[in-house]
């Protein structure tokens, strides 16, 4: 919850101009409701892609303060963040995310599936049992079909916002656990299209060290995004 409309159009007009030139790495922003209109006529064209941070799982209907998948679409959403662990803090389950996965996929906006466990579950041993029902059940009923088209986000509720971060050897033993639980749902060679991102505490500090681990595709970045200089250079890891 960052960047009025003019905020968040002066932070990407920064992006675009150091950005404009990348190629070969997806660029992706989700900037909060009241500027996504606005985002998407900026971005229209560009190689930055404009995603939402919720959505609901109806088209439309009695749903005061819901937005739907179509009205994302229509804004120029390509992507939207499911089950981000600040709207689990809030109660929305494992049954919600997977309605909302099946939704997104229907009116063609890619979910970014986002997975991750406590410090108390953590420190519990329990992170392997913990993610591992969380991706089956955000999953469940998905076709190969519709595996090629999520993205999944590891973030260790942990290490988010706190400074604290999972090593970048650990983090991909996690992602590398998530990659076989596609495995056995998809097949072999949707499991490796899939895009597994880490998010926690990712900076430009340990950004390279993430990303030169074999199984992290990418990040999801929280509080560093909110300043160009940091995000810029996030995107233009050295691994």
Known sequence: MHKTVRETLNL?????KELAGVREREIIVCPPFTSLYPAGEFLEGKNIKLGAQNVFW??????????????????????????????????????????????????????????????????????????????????MDLTPTDGEKIVIAYEPIWAIGTGKTDTPEEANLTVGMIRGLLLNQFGYEVSQKVRILYGGSVKPENIDGFMAQPEIDGALVGGASLESASFVRIVNYQA
């Open 58 to 139: 109806e088209e439309k209907g009695a749903r005061t303060g819901e937005i739907s998948p179509p009205m994302l679409r229509d804004v120029g959403c390509k992507f939207v963040i499911v089950g981000h662990s600040e709207r689990r803090a809030l109660g929305e389950s494992d049954e919600d995310v997977n309605k909302k996965i099946k939704a997104s996929l229907s009116f063609g906006i890619i979910p970014i599936i986002c997975v991750g466990e406590s410090l108390q579950q953590r420190e519990a041993g329990q992170t392997r049992e913990w993610v591992s029902r969380q991706v089956n059940l955000a999953l």
């Open 12 to 16: 990407l007009e920064d992006l675009y």
